[in-house]
């Protein structure tokens, strides 16, 4: 009795504490397009909730617009990790301050969507 009870307590420890590989996708929600693929993320369901999370918080789109003497000028709408949108703003504000004006630039957050499936 005291051995099933133990056996029934502690599989689903182990079954919590289980490495599982998965590939996962970061689309944009508007028009579907897979902006990013990861093609191999192991962990526990924990850890790959977090991974998942952090996708999700990592990924955005930004829009940078500056204003020339021959009317504004747009970056588009550019998607990617933060270290892509960032470089774009860098890059964007530079021109426009070379040009002496500014540039405006507005990020959208919650843009993409993560879907990540067992390998």
């Known amino acids: 009795m005291k051995k099933t009870i133990f ?3 502690f599989i689903p420890i ?6 599982k590989c998965v590939e996962c996708e970061i689309k944009l929600k508007q028009s579907q397009n897979v902006i990013e693929y990861i093609d191999e993320f192991c962990g526990t369901n924990k850890k790959i909730e977090e991974e998942q999370a952090r996708l999700l918080a990592d990924y955005t789109c930004v829009n ?9 000028a747009s970056s588009g709408v550019e998607c990617g990790d933060r270290a892509f949108t960032d470089s774009i703003v860098a890059d964007w504000k530079q ?3 070379n040009l002496g ?3 405006n630039c507005t990020y959208y957050r919650d843009t993409v969507n993560v879907t990540c499936v067992l390998k």
């Not at 182990?14 to 490495?19: A, S």
């Not at 940078?64 to 504004?72: A, E, Q």
């Open 7 to 9: 056996i029934l307590l």
């Open 64 to 72: 940078c617009i500056v204003n020339t003497g021959l009317g504004p």
């Open 14 to 19: 182990l079954l919590c504490g289980c490495k």
């Open 95 to 97: 021109g426009a301050f």
């Open 101 to 103: 004006t500014t540039a």
